[in-house]
């Protein structure tokens, strides 16, 4: 019976703590570095500010974050492939496998994956649940080097990307250079791994048809039930987060994504007492307090991420939420914290 984790409940990766083991990391000084009880390694399942604590701390107990990472993504034994992973594993091809890891991420918080194929790219951008923030280094950098991995093993061939960005530091470049076979950008605007969109198109050896028979209706049932506990305006929220950057979300696109018409939409959220033109401008009015507490984005980055082109639309809007101007927001709210 597959399990739900609700948006503050994570499932731990099984065979983590035997995997940080083989690499020369006591899992007791991971579990004390992020001051947590002893008895957390028997937890199957954690809170999200747990989850992140035991990643922080074994970023932290690491020498080199990119070193780390790539071992642990590495040595990852497929057999020990949690349900959500085996899907994407035993898939048809590498552009199935890539798909279903987005759709059954949304079991797994607090990451989500967004995959764009336009000319000869595929991006893959990791986007965090939580607006302004990023999580830790080093989830982030096995999150994307994964996605490379499963690839590698399915298909059974050498697959390089074509570029990684990495909003943070995550080590040694060359490190991450020499696994990824392509240039690695730092203090980028994203975590995103960019592919070569034909290698989307090979045959995976691992693909078992019979398996995928078993598994996907339950996961697609665990997944119906997941998004039948959270409220409709939560989900449209929630999918509103995930295609701001760089654009406006448009109402016919949230109800394509949703299967419904825009119609039946707005009918939906007028029945939650609220309308689509109010959760975006909640939306953005949200992500905007929490960019501009990371005083590492300028004004210019902030008015993209929330899905304005230009800063003058955005200090207009920001002046109507909040009755000031974003400068003098962020200049009290550092003060105050």
């Avoid at 199935?96 to 890891?101: E, I, N, Q, S, V």
């Avoid at 990495?166 to 975590?191: P, S, W």
């Avoid at 998004?227 to 760089?246: C, D, I, P, Y």
């Avoid at 401008?281 to 902030?302: F, G, N």
């Amino acid at each position: 019976m597959l399990t739900l984790q609700s948006s503050n409940r994570i499932k731990m990766p099984v065979g983590f703590w035997e995997g940080i083991r083989q690499l020369g990391i006591v899992p007791h000084d991971v579990v004390r570095k992020a001051r947590l009880p002893l008895t957390i390694m028997n937890e199957s399942v954690v809170s999200t500010i747990q989850y992140l604590a035991i990643w922080q701390a074994y970023s932290d107990l690491i020498d080199d974050t990119a070193k780390g990472m790539i071992k642990l993504a590495t040595s990852f034994d497929s057999n020990h492939y949690p349900p959500t992973v085996l899907v994407a594993y035993h898939a048809r091809d590498y552009r199935d496998a890539l798909k279903r890891m987005a759709r059954y991420k949304q079991l797994c918080p607090p990451e989500s994956l967004r995959i764009t194929e336009e000319g000869e790219d595929c991006t893959i951008d990791l986007e965090w649940s939580y607006p302004g923030q990023s999580g830790p280094p080093m989830l982030v950098g096995i999150t994307l080097a994964f996605l490379l991995e499963l690839g590698r093993r399915g298909t059974g061939q050498p697959i390089t990307a074509k570029l990684v960005e990495f909003t943070h530091a995550m080590g040694d470049v060359q490190t991450l250079e020499d696994y990824f076979g392509c240039c690695i950008q730092i203090g980028a605007k994203r975590n995103r791994l960019t592919l070569h969109r034909g290698d989307l198109d090979r045959h995976f050896t691992s693909y078992n048809l019979e398996l995928l028979e078993i598994l996907t209706p339950l996961l697609d049932q665990s997944l119906n039930e997941h998004q039948h506990n959270r409220s409709f305006t939560e989900m449209v929220k929630w999918m509103m987060k995930r295609s701001l950057a760089g654009g406006r979300p448009d109402i016919q696109t949230i109800a394509s994504e949703l299967g419904m018409s825009d119609r039946t939409l707005q009918r939906r959220l007028t029945n939650e007492c609220t309308s689509f033109k109010h959760l975006l401008a909640q939306v953005r009015q949200d992500q905007a307090r929490a960019y501009l507490a990371d005083p590492s984005l300028d004004m210019k980055d902030i008015a993209f991420l929330i899905g304005y082109e230009d800063q003058n639309s955005f200090y207009r809007a920001f002046h109507l939420w909040e009755g000031d101007t974003p400068s003098n927001w962020r200049a009290k709210h550092i003060e105050t914290n």
